[in-house]
């Protein structure tokens, strides 16, 4: 035999070399560890949410009673010999410019998703989603900016008795802001509404309008009203519209014309300023932050609960 | 016997294709109201902002005096912003989306972290920012810093990066892995040199995105507590900073008229980095993902 032959193929080097390297068992073990501790980031992320949430707003209960906090109807913490803490007026804030962006949102969202889903064409189509998706991506910062300088005057024109921060301006400009949301989400539950059905229904004599609201729209209900559920929850946590044009003035009562103030434009309003670390205030915009998450916690939750639940199998 | 009546039938059928077409109008007038808002937003901005936009206002650092203002801090600041945000955010949402893809198998810890990705998606960004003061800028005595900020924002838009990462991973089909293991690779060889390498343009157009929401969140840096007026640039992770969005911020605050033109030409700067990187994935998008 020649040296040659007695030792072993190319191939069978390769292999032998392979099964005698431990370095790569090892990585295979480590690698899905390393992946696993970067998935728990997110994890240890609402931990931290939920933990720093209940943390503050536990010492800020320590000084404020919990029943002043949610039943109270006045929020002044700046006036400095009794302040109160009573959540209502800034909930009541929220609860309008949400109101007045989802009447905002839904007839124009679901119009444009209707249009987009059942009349245009396919090149009208992927013209429009784009564009959508701009509208989507427009910082809320420019959007604030757009409310206070241009919504406002306007609106002012037409009703006098505006002023210059109110509800009605965020309302519309954060409707203005969630419309991409609710037409992108409610085109695609229209859109995968089977061809079949809305043949069926053609084939009886029915017009495109009776297709779209009689068959069409009852079909994809589960998918639209989860849009407007997460509309609603990016409404309620929306922070710049409403700091920029909504104002500071925490009201309670159902009047949109005056100066408002939402529980994100509360946060902001203590962070900008000068509230010192440790003194009620600060503990307070933790108390309406932890308010907030719950709100729009709750939202989100009903949303899935909605589109899984109700969701029509073809 | 006569079962339907052709002329009653008839003048329904009439009404019913005119309200057809009524509401076709309807529709169409809802979908351009979305664009007349973006176009009327655009133009604006534009054209309060363009008389301002000049070289001097992209060097020079925020001031006083409207005219000597300009966004160099800014600018700057929100440039080393990204430099953290972009690595820690896309290294860790791409790992939990190999883990989440590849290796996790359906159990109850698995489906808990899943529904954690989505809820954490809902978070409002104020509450990102909240998170922020507590941990890194007063627990963890970051400060005021790039770093805080950065580790915020990257936390904020995780759940983005994951999820896109997720369907590009998905999108590389089966007999790809399959070959791959065919020819003896591990795992781990076939998850880095033949499934990551296809799903990378995805990756990647995600990312960015992920990323173009970053820059223009506000939110975050005003709960922080980012300062606005800053002569100078930071020089070091660690050092405090201003961003894009929170010079807007302060800009349209003030009072005077003149700065809401200021407020316009920092708004152009702010939609032009936008648009670039948008074009870059949307670049990518076209030019590099592969249909299987």
Redesign the interface.
Known sequence: MTSKQQESSPVQQMIAKSRNRKGKKVIEKIIPIGLFLAASISVLTTFGIVFTLIFETVEFFTRVSITDYLFGKEWLPFSGKEPLYGILPLILGTFKVTLIAILVAVPFGLGAAIYLSEYASERVRKTIKPVLEVLAGVPTIVYGFFALTFVTPILQAIIPSLKIFNAVSPGIVVGIMVLPMIASMSEDAMSSVPKSIREGALGLGATKLEVSLKVVLPAALSGIIASIVLAVSRAIGETMIVSLAGGSTPRFDFGVTDSIQTMTAYIVQVTTGDAGYGTTIYYSIYAVGFTLFIFTLVMNLLATYISKRFREEY | MRYLQQEHVMKRMNK??V??RV??G??????S???L??A??LY??LS?GMGYLNFDFLTNFASRIPENAGIKAALVGSLCLMAVVAPVSI??GV??A???EE??KKNKLND??RM?????A??????????G???FV?MLGMGKSILAAGLTMS?LI??VI?VAAQEAIRAVPKDQREASYGM?A???QTIIRVVIPAAIPGILTGSI?AL??A?????PL????IPVILQFLPTGMLDTFTAL?MQ??DW??RPQEEF?YV??AG?IV??AV?IFM?SIAVFIRNKFQKRY
């Open positions: 019913r294709l309200w057809n509401w076709k309807v529709f169409i007038a809802a979908t109201f979305a664009l808002a973006l009327i937003l604006r901005i309060q290294i860790l790992s939990t190999i883990y989440l290796y996790a808990f972290i954690n990705i989505s809820n954490l809902g978070v409002p960004s104020i509450v990102f920012g909240l998170l003061l507590t941990i007063r936390l995780l759940p994951i003896g591990t795992k781990w995105l173009s929401r820059i223009g969140e506000t939110a005003v709960v922080i507590g969005p807007i911020f349209a605050k809401q407020a316009s708004i702010l939609m936008l948008n």
